[in-house]
């Protein structure tokens, strides 16, 4: 039976319990699989299952896998089992508890374990002979050998210690240790080879690699060190045997490459060259596609198409998804001159798996009214096409509210947004409004979001403005550098017109206005907390305070260097950009929420900023309105379903309060 979409947005709980589609993998034989998250019984873990789709649209989704641990990364073998990663219990005794193996689940029969690793394996790729490619980690001066025995001793002597001999050193939410990331070549029976065992602990960090379907070679991308704190990332190619490493594409002081896809006959290499950020320019992507054997590389026009991913149909056709005029779009592309046709261009697509045929390719799609779904988008036949969705859990029903796009002119520029309206908005009764600020700033409100869900402050009676103001992705690289290097008064400013353009409607309240922001925009939040007293509340979330202590302190302190400086050379810019400068004229009541493991943005801005905002406060303890939600096993997002349920009971009962007038938020939270 079907399920029943879910409407009910009032239910935080029942929100975040819904199944979450994030991977696609297709098969040989025209099979289509999907990894799908959802919260355990307790709300303490999403947990990834498999699941079959069918393809025709015509059937419900079937599940596949059910252990605790959970499966991710399908990939189909040439024999038509399914290949995925996973660190369930291997009932044969032969893998390691809790660490990751590549097992293969038969069309009929259970699963079992095809290879495993010390270090755990992640699965990259298949090839035609059945041979995969994975990744994995040793630890100093071992190999995959000798790894097992050097993790024994470590763990039994309860060893933490790192030996850092240069940058970076964290990334994200975790520790990036002495270990050296390794690509691993299994064959078919499962037997492990280490194609690049002299890789240190940088080169194959957030490595992007790809297998040749003959299973002759790998392409990766390679990182190394440079002086100031920098590193470089270019192209490598690696044969699998003999097995031999050299440099395809060399970065430069210019630019990095990313993103590596061999075409399925290995002739091509897809890859997008990165532009270095600099105190006048952002970074910026170029679509490539470049002859393995040598020769000029054709550039792909993508127009204001910001590339999100991209995979080979075919020899000759590649398709490209990415963010497009606050929607998104998919395009095919012409290998051998570079030519684009426009697919579909409604809303984001991502997860691309292309069909075995070529004549679709399968992706996710999304919009701001409905979360990831299984997609058939038609690749043969010219001009545009219709995508036909297929079955698949977690559908939304009925939302709260309206969504529309709404403009307004600013410097002659043309800025937009999305704004969310609740159905009982009407002039005898207008709603209060929240205006949201996204992240990056390189970022879009496009897509359906399980963090920053408006439809949950809709379903409490605010109207939600999302605007894509200066620097955000989908409008080409003019858009992406309006702004730059992130001035926070530019942003306001589009952010505020758009505000001030839609607060003109008496459906809206203008005297009851709210502001949030997370990431970037939690550094808006914060800037705009000390330059303007227009907001009822205000909530930040992960937000820079203190530039001068962030921009070293953050996992990307080279390029917040690289492009900011320091402030004793740019003074006058430190103080005119970074938040805590402006502290002191801040009186709106500040809701802040950070995670303790968040190393992009370290929990040490909301502790300066909780600081300052404490103990500057004049009148009693009691009556200081502002609170902090710290997250202590968080990173830069809320993850975890329960602490998610909480921070959304809290930012919407503070807003209530400070808003709306409703009771004071108890201090101790009851969610």
């Keep these: 039976m079907p399920e029943t979409p879910f409407d009910d947005f009032t239910d935080i709980d029942g929100l975040l319990r819904m199944p979450r589609l994030a991977s696609l993998a297709t098969g040989p034989d025209g099979r289509l699989v999907a990894a799908i998250a959802q919260a355990d019984e307790h709300g303490a873990r999403m947990v990834s299952s498999l699941w079959e789709l069918d393809p025709a649209s015509e059937a419900e989704a079937q599940r596949l896998t059910w252990s605790a641990k959970g499966e991710s990364a399908p990939r189909f073998a040439p024999d038509g089992s399914l290949l995925f990663s996973s660190a369930r219990p291997d009932p044969t005794g032969g893998a390691d508890e809790d660490v990751p193996a590549i097992w293969r689940l038969p069309e009929r029969g259970e699963a079992r374990v095809v290879a495993s690793a010390p270090g755990g394996l992640s699965l990259v790729a298949v090839a035609d002979d059945g041979s995969m490619l994975a990744t994995t980690a040793v630890l100093p001066g071992g190999s995959l050998e000798t790894d097992a025995e050097a993790r024994k001793a470590r763990k039994d002597a309860k060893r933490t210690t790192i030996w850092h001999t240069g940058m970076p050193i964290r990334y994200w939410d975790h520790e990036l240790g002495d270990a050296s990331p390794r690509l691993v070549h299994v064959s078919a029976e499962g037997e492990l080879r280490d194609l690049t065992p002299s890789a240190d602990t940088v080169a194959l960090v957030n490595a992007s690699a790809d297998l040749s379907r003959d299973g002759r070679r790998a392409v990766t991308t390679w990182t190394t060190r440079v002086a100031g704190g920098e590193t470089r990332t270019g192209i490598a190619i690696v044969d699998v045997q003999p097995r031999r490493r050299r440099m395809l594409l060399r970065a430069t002081a210019a630019h990095q490459w990313a993103g590596p896809a061999l075409s399925p006959d290995g002739a091509t290499l897809a890859v997008t060259?990165?532009?270095?950020?600099?105190?006048?320019?952002?970074?910026?992507?170029?679509?490539?596609?470049?002859?393995?054997?040598?020769?000029?590389?054709?550039?792909?026009?993508?127009?204001?198409?910001?590339?999100?991913?991209?995979?080979?149909?075919?020899?000759?056709?590649?398709?490209?998804?990415?963010?497009?005029?606050?929607?998104?779009?998919?395009?095919?592309?012409?290998?051998?001159?570079?030519?684009?046709?426009?697919?579909?261009?409604?809303?984001?697509?991502?997860?691309?798996?292309?069909?075995?045929?070529?004549?679709?390719?399968?992706?996710?799609?999304?919009?701001?009214?409905?979360?990831?779904?299984?997609?058939?988008?038609?690749?043969?036949?010219?001009?545009?096409?219709?995508?036909?969705?297929?079955?698949?859990?977690?559908?939304?029903?009925?939302?709260?509210?309206?969504?529309?796009?709404?403009?307004?002119?600013?410097?002659?520029?043309?800025?937009?947004?999305?704004?969310?309206?609740?159905?009982?908005?009407?002039?005898?009764?207008?709603?209060?409004?929240?205006?949201?600020?996204?992240?990056?700033?390189?970022?879009?409100?496009?897509?359906?979001?399980?963090?920053?869900?408006?439809?949950?402050?809709?379903?409490?009676?605010?109207?939600?403005?999302?605007?894509?103001?200066?620097?955000?992705?989908?409008?080409?690289?003019?858009?992406?550098?309006?702004?730059?290097?992130?001035?926070?008064?530019?942003?306001?400013?589009?952010?505020?017109?758009?505000?001030?353009?839609?607060?003109?409607?008496?459906?809206?309240?203008?005297?009851?206005?709210?502001?949030?922001?997370?990431?970037?925009?939690?550094?808006?939040?914060?800037?705009?907390?000390?330059?303007?007293?227009?907001?009822?509340?205000?909530?930040?979330?992960?937000?820079?305070?203190?530039?001068?202590?962030?921009?070293?302190?953050?996992?990307?302190?080279?390029?917040?260097?690289?492009?900011?400086?320091?402030?004793?050379?740019?003074p006058e810019w430190y103080r005119a950009y970074s938040p805590h400068h402006a502290g002191g004229a801040i009186t709106t009541p500040m809701l802040v929420t950070h995670g303790n493991r968040d190393y992009r943005v370290p929990v040490s801005e909301a502790l300066r900023l909780w600081w300052d905002l404490v103990s500057s406060w004049e009148g009693s303890p009691a009556s200081m309105p502002h609170r902090f939600l710290q997250l202590t096993d968080e990173n830069h997002w809320v993850l975890r379903p329960s602490n998610a349920v909480t921070w959304n009971q809290a930012v919407l009962a503070f807003c209530d309060q400070h808003v709306r007038g409703g009771d004071p938020v108890p201090d101790a939270l009851p969610w």
């Design 273 to 570: 060259r990165v532009t270095a950020s600099s105190p006048t320019d952002t970074s910026y992507d170029f679509l490539e596609l470049h002859p393995i054997g040598g020769g000029e590389p054709v550039a792909v026009d993508l127009g204001d198409l910001t590339i999100g991913s991209y995979a080979w149909l075919d020899d000759a056709r590649l398709v490209v998804a990415g963010d497009l005029h606050s929607r998104g779009a998919v395009v095919l592309v012409d290998a051998a001159t570079g030519a684009v046709r426009t697919l579909v261009d409604d809303a984001p697509h991502g997860a691309l798996a292309p069909a075995a045929d070529g004549k679709a390719v399968f992706a996710l799609r999304s919009d701001l009214a409905s979360p990831a779904a299984p997609v058939r988008i038609p690749t043969t036949g010219r001009g545009r096409v219709e995508a036909a969705t297929i079955p698949a859990p977690g559908r939304i029903g009925t939302l709260p509210g309206r969504l529309e796009w709404v403009e307004s002119e600013v410097d002659g520029t043309t800025v937009g947004g999305w704004l969310c309206t609740p159905k009982a908005a009407s002039t005898a009764s207008p709603a209060p409004v929240m205006l949201w600020i996204h992240g990056g700033p390189h970022g879009s409100y496009n897509a359906w979001s399980w963090r920053w869900n408006p439809w949950l402050a809709v379903a409490r009676g605010y109207a939600v403005l999302l605007p894509d103001p200066a620097m955000s992705t989908g409008y080409g690289h003019e858009g992406l550098n309006r702004g730059w290097p992130r001035l926070a008064d530019v942003v306001f400013r589009e952010c505020e017109a758009l505000l001030d353009r839609v607060l003109e409607r008496r459906t809206l309240d203008a005297s009851r206005t709210a502001l949030l922001g997370a990431s970037f925009g939690g550094y808006m939040t914060n800037w705009i907390a000390g330059h303007s007293d227009r907001f009822d509340a205000i909530v930040t979330h992960a937000g820079l305070w203190a530039l001068d202590q962030q921009h070293t302190t953050t996992d990307a302190a080279s390029h917040k260097v690289r492009v900011h400086g320091h402030p004793d050379a740019l």
